[in-house]
T-cell receptor, first 113, second 110 residues
Framework: KAGVTQTPRYLIKTRGQQVTLSCSPISGHRSVSWYQQTPGQGLQFLFEYFSETQRNKGNFPGRFSGRQFSNSRSEMNVSTLELGDSALYLC???WGAGVNEQFFGPGTRLTVL | QKEVEQNSGPLSVPEGAIASLNCTYSDRGSQSFFWYRQYSGKSPELIMSIYSNGDKEDGRFTAQLNKASQYVSLLIRDSQPSDSATYLCAVVPGAQKLVFGQGTRLTINP
């Protein structure tokens, strides 16, 4: 079974721009969660989607948003990029709603200049 | 107090020995607990989940959970150099989202 895929793997943007990251979950998984990982803050929860609905949201500003499509694929968008948004963005999928075993994709490394 | 706390290490263990990784959590209502392994430059990989008090064994790995003490641990028997990685403890508190500790960096010395 193919794992979680994320595109693009690497991205370089400048301050003020916006970015969209994509995640395709494991086949049959309907829940997708997004995380931000930085050396200082570690892994922090952004949001979780299940059946195209946002079920939970972390403590991030409104510049961070996401959505999920009917095929369970998910995108996250960051608008008005700041230098501090430079991080590894990880997507994880699980079979159902709520928090059960989550499997991570390879991540998208975002650098904001 | 952080929701999930781990000793950041580095923890250095000789090859063949038992590596013991510890994690404490603050929300007494937490029900699900996970251990992830993350190699440098890679994404986290799920290695163990535990939901009930006691021990759960999977190969060389044993997860231990003590809800009364709000403590979860991971033991790695017969440690191998390939076990060198950062180990992340993750807990699901009442807010129903996965909260990660900062991770413990483990080094296995040949």
């Amino acid at each position: 079974k193919a794992g979680v895929t994320q595109t693009p793997r690497y991205l370089i943007k400048t301050r003020g721009q916006q970015v969209t990251l994509s995640c395709s979950p494991i086949s049959g998984h309907r829940s997708v969660s997004w995380y931000q990982q930085t050396p200082g803050q570690g892994l922090q929860f952004l949001f979780e989607y299940f059946s195209e609905t946002q079920r939970n949201k972390g403590n991030f500003p409104g510049r961070f948003s996401g959505r999920q499509f009917s095929n369970s694929r998910s995108e996250m968008n960051v608008s008005t990029l700041e230098l501090g948004d430079s991080a590894l963005y990880l997507c994880a999928s699980s079979w159902g709603a709520g928090v059960n075993e989550q499997f991570f994709g390879p991540g998208t490394r975002l650098t904001v200049l | 107090q952080k929701e999930v706390e781990q000793n950041s290490g580095p923890l250095s263990v000789p090859e063949g020995a038992i590596a013991s990784l510890n994690c404490t959590y603050s929300d007494r209502g937490s029900q699900s607990f996970f251990w992830y392994r993350q190699y440098s430059g890679k994404s986290p990989e799920l290695i163990m989940s535990i939901y009930s008090n006691g021990d759960k064994e999977d190969g060389r790995f044993t997860a231990q959970l003590n809800k009364a003490s709000q403590y979860v641990s991971l033991l790695i028997r017969d440690s191998q150099p390939s076990d060198s990685a950062t180990y992340l403890c993750a807990v699901v508190p009442g807010a129903q989202k996965l909260v990660f500790g900062q991770g413990t960096r483990l080094t296995i010395n040949p």
